[in-house]
């Protein structure tokens, strides 16, 4: 170490500088380009990741049922293909205006697909402006959040949590 701190390599260890009066030159590319890297996005956490919203089914009772793949509705509704592992909503309706096993609820990332099941009152959707659209039976038919879905004369209502 010499006297302003700096550490001083032993002789003969550095090289001596014989041209001070070099120029730099940039080389002619001969190879193929580099490849360029990038580096893959962070990964998002819980929160941010957008999570497909969950549909309930509201009851005139005010009891919200959710929507869990396929919900078969009706005064006494059973399973049967394709919704051998659906869901099954029973409702109290005195006006007996809903089948047995009525329509099916599908919910899907953009809305709830309804499915009349051949039902003797049908089945019609009603938009926010009170327009009611009856649904062909058998058609899988998209609802949007705030629907009321009309059973016969029973009314549900679609919404999101």
Do not use: C
Request: aromatic share 4%.
């Amino acid at each position: 170490m010499d006297s302003s701190g700096f550490i001083t390599p032993p002789p003969g260890l550095v090289p001596p500088r014989h041209d001070t009066d070099t120029r730099t030159e940039r080389m002619p590319r001969t190879g193929p380009a580099l490849p360029v890297f990038n580096p893959p996005p962070a990964p998002q956490q819980e929160s941010q990741a957008k999570q497909p919203p969950t549909w309930l089914v509201v009851l005139p009772t005010g009891a919200r049922v959710p929507i869990d793949g396929a919900l078969l509705v009706g005064r006494n509704p059973v399973r049967f293909e394709p919704w051998t592992s659906a869901g099954l909503l029973p409702v109290d309706d005195p006006a007996r205006s809903v089948s047995k096993t009525h329509a099916v609820l599908e919910a899907s990332a953009d809305g709830v697909r309804i499915t009349d099941l051949h039902s003797t009152n049908g089945v019609s959707v009603m938009d926010a402006a009170g327009a009611a659209t009856p649904l062909a039976p058998g058609v899988a038919t998209a609802a949007t959040a705030g629907a009321t879905v009309r059973l016969g004369s029973y009314r549900l209502q679609l919404v999101t949590a």
